[in-house]
T-cell receptor, first 115, second 113 residues
Framework: AQTVTQSQPEMSVQEAETVTLSCTYDTSENNYYLFWYKQPPSRQMILVIRQEAYKQQNATENRFSVNFQKAAKSFSLKISDSQLGDTAMYFCAFTYKAAGNKLTFGGGTRVLVKP | DSGVTQTPKHLITATGQRVTLRCSPRSGDLSVYWYQQSLDQGLQFLIQYYNGEERAKGNILERFSAQQFPDLHSELNLSSLELGDSALYFC????????????FGPGTRLTVL
């Protein structure tokens, strides 16, 4: 079974600082995608960033970047220049070809950005 | 705005009742997914449809069923409701049913009293 683990239930960061969220996954698949979704207090699930396993280059989206370590099955998210609007739950998610795109989620990390 | 719509936003009902949650995917997306988010179970995949046909099933109870209609909208039917069914139900869509980005709707919050 595929599992996704987020070991940090909660993190806080000062505005403008950097925070890194960890995610590890367990799979024997080779063709898979990893995602980070953000869920603010509004409860909407918003895609932050995605990484295809076959790509060696780490994905970047503005202030968000990932450190994808395929051998270690690790997929961390770095939020740079944190803003108050980054306060949210962050979920790491995984899917693979044979799963038909169904997502398996980690338990989430709550991020609080302090002014 | 993801382009995925869900109705209703909130639903309050009693145990034993039946409800229907509706989802319209983004324009052009053929695949629809349903997820349940509860405090004790986290985010769990329920079921997936692609172009009207069921493609994958997750931890969906027998009391729950879904379908995707020819116009691609989908409905999730929950029957014989129990207190434990109270949760946020998300619909997501993607263009194809292979590894790809899913876009989530705003969710329907179901409260069973």
């Amino acid at each position: 079974a595929q599992t996704v683990t987020q070991s940090q239930p909660e993190m806080s960061v000062q505005e403008a600082e950097t925070v890194t969220l960890s995610c590890t996954y367990d799979t024997s698949e080779n063709n898979y995608y990893l995602f980070w979704y953000k869920q603010p207090p509004s409860r909407q699930m918003i895609l932050v960033i995605r990484q295809e396993a076959y790509k060696q280059q780490n994905a970047t989206e503005n202030r968000f970047s990932v450190n994808f370590q395929k051998a270690a099955k690790s997929f961390s998210l770095k939020i740079s220049d944190s803003q108050l609007g980054d306060t949210a739950m962050y979920f790491c998610a995984f899917t693979y070809k044979a799963a038909g795109n169904k997502l398996t989620f980690g338990g989430g990390t709550r991020v609080l950005v302090k002014p | 705005d993801s382009g995925v719509t869900q109705t209703p936003k909130h639903l309050i009902t009693a145990t034993g009742q039946r409800v229907t949650l509706r989802c319209s995917p983004r324009s052009g997306d053929l695949s629809v997914y349903w997820y349940q988010q509860s405090l004790d179970q986290g985010l769990q995949f329920l079921i997936q449809y692609y172009n009207g046909e069921e493609r994958a099933k997750g931890n969906i109870l027998e009391r729950f069923s879904a379908q995707q209609f020819p116009d691609l909208h989908s409905e999730l039917n929950l029957s014989s409701l129990e207190l434990g069914d109270s949760a946020l139900y998300f619909c997501a869509s993607s263009e194809v049913p292979v590894p790809d980005t899913q876009y989530f709707g705003p969710g329907t919050r179901l409260t069973v009293l």
